[in-house]
């Protein structure tokens, strides 16, 4: 079966996959006729395709998250890589191909990932600090377990959100050490509580969101996770408006750092600048990481990055 990354321009192929995304769309001729306008996907990447002619019976068969055995050509649109699907199925239980293939995932196990969160939670000396962010995670934690970090941007993945914040964990430990006026208590909690609330704000299947919920579209994560945390005070029976609570919203609402990107207030602590900072780090190198190995090794350019001011990265040569 050809992976999604081996995928170059002219190859002719068949395979399953996982159909990401399905929309039915009409063509501009006279008259109009439906097409799919499809996500493939497998645990190496993923590809835009289209599907022509489509019959009723069609419309009626396929429908996104679904296991398809496809044939088709890939080919250079717009100097960008795409499928022309030529013949497509559902997958049967006699094919043999189960959904974990064709997921992609954190490289660690979503179990180990909890239990460094939870540890780096014991570790927080402060227990009213330590009890608000059991409150907050206690909200989501099963969830934890599977839930991407994002729709696209990074960490769009099977317990992506989980990786996340380890990392975050392992890059905040370092430069708590080395910069001891960082309060290692307000970096550990920051760095769970920043997107806490990204399972509630998003619907996601195996890692793949397919839309966001109401509260995601209406309040979003940010204030979320702030009102979070003034309910843990009220339920805990702590000062909802003491200094800890504050300092921790302020973690929560600035760690975008602007209005633009969903900020209401820019970083003014400390442990606010060094969040902010690190959330960017680990995001930008992560979607670095994931174009590069989704890129296929011929490749010398990654496509277009988003989330690096759409520029591509070249991959060296020694």
Known sequence: MTLIKQLSPQDEFTGFYLLRELAVKQTNGNPPKDYFDI???????????????????????????????????????????????????????????????????????????????????????????????????????????????????????????????VRMLEIGEFLCKQRPFLNPDLMRAGIILHDIAKPEEMISQFGIVSDYSNQGKLIGHIAMAANWITEAAIRLGLDPDGEKVMALQHLVLSHHNLGEWGSPVQPQTAEAVALHHIDAMDAKLQMVEDALDTTPETEEWTPFIRGLENKAVYRMKF
């Open 39 to 165: 996500v493939l996907g497998d645990s190496t990447g993923q590809l835009p395709a289209k599907y022509w002619d489509v019959s009723t019976t069609d419309k009626e068969t396929f429908f996104p998250m679904a296991l398809v055995k496809v044939r088709g050509l890939a080919h250079l649109y717009r100097e960008k890589l795409q499928i022309k699907i030529t013949k497509i199925r559902l997958a049967t239980e006699e094919d043999g191909v189960s959904m974990t293939e064709f997921i992609r995932a954190a490289p660690i196990r979503p179990v180990d990932l909890i239990y460094t969160i939870q540890s780096a939670i014991s570790g927080i000396a402060d227990r009213e600090i330590a009890d608000i962010v059991s409150f907050c995670v206690k909200k989501v934690e099963e969830k934890l377990m599977h839930y991407p970090a994002a729709k696209t941007h990074h960490h769009a993945y099977f317990a992506g959100l989980a990786y996340h914040m």
